[in-house]
């Protein structure tokens, strides 16, 4: 179990350390597409290496379908979701530290906040992008379709999913990944963090059911 939580806080960390780090400090460079690819990547590295050991869920959505689908118990989920949330808060926090060394500023810290669009609608863009990563999980990694390729279809799909919600949401479809970045910063990152938890978690759960009904994943 514990070697579980570990796992978690490294792959965590290396999502949210890659991935917003990458949306700081060339996201005005490799634009919409190079962040999803930082963040796609990341997650393809930690299916890769931590994925043996926890499965690599580094998400509380994820972690909240496995649970719903009974693929792990309640003492599993608390200690995956500690990881997650310890892993994200140290990645935020080596990126704020280096660039404090920097005349950047720590202000961006890729912080997810919505403009332009309603909170109604905010929460529809975040819950249905979540859905769809979290479907897409749930399928590749069920007995029926596990392949080798778990890794690259997880991280391909994220990466297209910010090409949508960056414009809107600046794209989160994870609690902790929001969580991290707002405690630093605060401000409407920490006003707003209700419906990056509430609405990806929400997504997660709908996911989960779908699998389980269509695709039978379960069986």
């Not at 990458?22 to 796609?40: D, E, K, Y």
């Not at 909240?64 to 309640?74: C, G, P, S, T, W």
């Not at 910010?162 to 809107?168: C, D, M, Q, T, Y």
């Not at 990944?177 to 997660?204: E, H, K, N, T």
Request: aromatic share 6%.
């Amino acid at each position: 179990m514990v070697k579980k939580g570990l796992a978690e806080v490294i792959g965590t960390f290396f999502l949210v350390f890659i991935g917003t780090g990458t949306a700081v400090l060339s996201g005005n460079v490799v634009g919409t597409l190079g962040i999803g690819l930082g963040f796609g990547l990341a997650i393809m590295v930690a299916a890769n290496t931590i994925g043996q050991i926890s499965g690599a869920h580094l998400n509380p959505a994820v972690t909240l379908a496995f649970l719903v689908n009974k693929r792990l118990d309640v003492q599993e989920f608390i200690v995956y979701v500690a990881g997650q949330i310890i892993g994200a808060i140290l990645g935020t926090g080596l990126l704020r530290l280096i660039l404090g060394m920097t005349d950047l500023g720590v202000d961006n810290l890729a912080q997810t906040t919505y403009q332009g669009i309603s909170t109604t609608g905010a929460f529809i863009i975040e819950m249905t992008l979540t859905a769809i990563l979290v479907f897409v999980i749930m399928s590749v990694t069920s007995k029926k379709g596990e392949t080798s390729y778990n890794g690259l279809a997880i991280g391909l799909t994220l990466t297209m999913l910010h090409f949508i919600g960056v414009p809107l949401t600046g794209m989160s479809v994870n609690p902790v990944r929001s969580l991290s970045p707002a405690i630093f910063v605060g401000g409407d990152a920490m006003s707003q963090l209700w419906l990056y938890i509430l609405a990806p978690l929400v997504g997660g759960l709908i996911a989960a059911v779908i699998a389980k009904t269509l695709l039978q994943t379960e069986e």
